[in-house]
């Protein structure tokens, strides 16, 4: 399941990720965000991923191919986990966000104020 947290506003938004991700959760989430992008010329993303959190594979694909296409219109991630994992591969991924001039940073859930803060700057 995911849900749209209340602070989103404009064009910063925040998800919280509870489960695997159907390919109809992950296509509302599309909508929503191209929602915002329709209104904003670039958005920056706050995700809070718990232990459930993931991708079926169809979600995951699709996942894949709109950031893919998107990419420019997205300036900041964060990513916010207690998952070691994460903070390993996002520490690998934000190297090649970075070229694309993405920021993306990963955040432990006690430090939730401080991703907020980020990605709001």
């Not at 990419?71 to 966000?97: C, G, T």
């Amino acid at each position: 399941m995911i849900n749209e947290l209340p602070e989103s506003e404009g064009a910063v938004l925040g998800f919280e990720v509870t489960s695997k991700l159907s390919l109809a959760e992950e296509k509302a989430w599309i909508a929503r965000i191209e929602k915002a992008l329709s209104e904003h010329e670039k958005i920056s993303v706050l995700v809070i991923l718990d232990e459930r959190a993931g991708w079926g594979s169809d979600a995951g694909i699709a996942d894949l191919k709109w950031i893919m296409t998107h990419m420019k219109q997205i300036q900041k991630i964060a990513i916010v986990s207690e998952r070691p994992i994460l903070k390993w591969l996002i520490a690998v991924d934000s190297q090649f966000a970075k070229l694309v001039g993405i920021g993306e940073k990963y955040f432990e859930l006690s430090q939730l104020a401080d991703a907020w803060s980020w990605i709001k700057k």
